[in-house]
């Protein structure tokens, strides 16, 4: 594999390709590891179909681990995948975080818009804006290679507004952790966490969110401030993560 790491990238990007790739630090990656690397600032496509990822438009393969991303994300085109981490991915994606605020025409999500791979120790905040549908993980599993497990969402707020009369496809929901399952992606289980009070609405109208395998287990914010919830999913703090318990996040 090819490496990057020890990067830092502060962006400001607009495209307007009808159809893009757009990330902080890599458009489409294939064959890489990216490791210990961030990227803050602003990223805008206008495109009709657009990939974007405060870290990597599209993965093909490779391993992204240690990253974490902070900004704003905007997609406007009829079918946009925005994400705070990737776009479109096909690589492993583990201890990584996402502090971005997120809006996209058709999907949005706090880590990867459109998963093939595999993401794990992950966690995601800032609020979520989408036409269409809008999950704080994943926005859509495909495939039996598609997992999540063992991360969080600690997003402020899901806000889908939807008009189905203007969409070829169903939509018009918002989920605390996963968006939506097909083409043999396995169940998620319950392994993964979210803030309790998370809100989610749709045309403004707040939903009752339950524990279920798409919105997994809810947690109160106190206890998404200690050690030992994230310990409970595997999370390494004695080499990777750091926490002032009782006060902050990981």
């Not at 997609?75 to 996209?104: D, M, Q, R, W």
């Amino acid at each position: 594999l090819l490496k990057i790491s020890l990067c830092h990238a502060n962006v400001t990007t607009n495209t307007t390709g009808e159809s893009s790739h757009v990330g902080g630090l890599v458009g489409v990656m294939t064959d890489v590891e990216i490791y210990l690397c961030f990227v803050q600032g602003t990223i805008t496509a206008t495109g009709e179909k657009s990939y974007v990822g405060g870290l990597v438009g599209e993965t093909t393969s490779g391993e992204i681990d240690q990253c974490f991303t902070q900004g704003t994300l905007t997609a406007t085109g009829k079918e946009s995948y925005v994400a705070g981490l990737v776009g479109k991915n096909s690589a492993t994606v583990t201890n990584c975080y996402s502090n971005a605020t997120i809006t996209s025409t058709y999907n949005a999500a706090g880590i990867v818009a459109y998963n093939y791979g595999v993401v794990d120790k992950c966690y995601a905040m800032g609020s979520l804006f989408s036409s269409n549908y809008a999950a704080g993980i994943i926005g859509y599993n495909d495939g039996i290679t598609a997992i999540v497990k063992n991360c969080v969402a600690l997003n402020n707020k899901i806000d889908v507004t939807y008009e189905s009369q203007q969409q070829q496809q169903g939509g018009g929901y918002g989920q605390r952790i996963i968006g939506g399952l097909k083409n043999g992606a396995p169940a998620p289980e319950m392994n993964n966490y979210a803030l309790k009070n998370m809100q989610v609405s749709v045309n403004n109208v707040a939903q009752k969110v339950y524990d279920d395998i798409m919105n997994d287990v809810g947690k109160t914010d106190t206890e998404l401030k200690q050690k030992a919830t994230f310990q409970m999913l595997g999370w390494n703090f004695t080499d990777i993560w750091n926490i002032d318990e009782g006060s902050s996040y990981p």
